[in-house]
């Protein structure tokens, strides 16, 4: 079984408290909650938040723990998840929950679909995999980034001269969804690594909500026909 952890800080300077956003008619968080609450690989849905608002507009279920209060110091703008979550294990052990397998999900990208995560949870079940995250093919391709503008500017790699359709693929890391056990977590003091396997998503399960753009992006790719 999995446990689950959804990090939610309630500062931020794109959107003020962008994840209880309305989304879908709900909220970003509970609209993410309610994608995964019935998989049947979760055991118990975390939520990390620094605020008592939030922890009350969070739906009530047998499987969702909100007793974790996240501390000031990892709720900054520059405060590293890293350090949210190596508290959060602490916390988890004092409270002598038998957390082993986590997955980091993110309420802030509402694209990534159920189905999607329920084949990453079976993927690294059937696998016996340590530490995953999702990839997604870059839309804006490398070869054509620079550094710079007007005329102090210079490409990010070195342009080949070939014609776009030949250019190798390039991928990202989404953010949106971690796979670590807690003792990989422990023993490398990261989610992941050059040992990490990076599952390929498609584009279309991924926008990261960080302004009001891409709130009002991907409440319209939502419902585009596309989407499985």
Known sequence: MFDIIIPLR?????????????????????????????????????????????????????????????????????????????????????????????????ATSPLLSKKEIDKTIKFVKNKKIESLFHVSEMIEHPYECIKGFKKSWKHVLKNKKINRQNFEKFYFITGSLWYFTKKFFIKYKKFYNEKSFAYKVDKINFVDIDTKFDLEVAKRLKNLKIRN
């Open 10 to 106: 309630s500062g931020s300077k794109g959107i003020t408290n962008k994840n209880i956003k309305n989304f879908n008619k709900d909220i970003l968080v509970n609209y993410l909650i309610k994608k995964i609450i019935n998989l049947k690989d979760i055991n118990r849905i975390f939520i990390l938040t620094d605020s008592i608002k939030y922890k009350k507009k969070i739906i009530k279920h047998k499987k969702i723990n909100t007793e974790y209060l996240r501390l000031k110091k990892y709720s900054k703008n520059n405060s590293r998840i890293y350090d949210l979550v190596k508290h959060f294990i602490k916390w988890s052990e004092n409270k002598n929950y038998k957390i082993k397998k986590i997955f980091l999900l993110q």
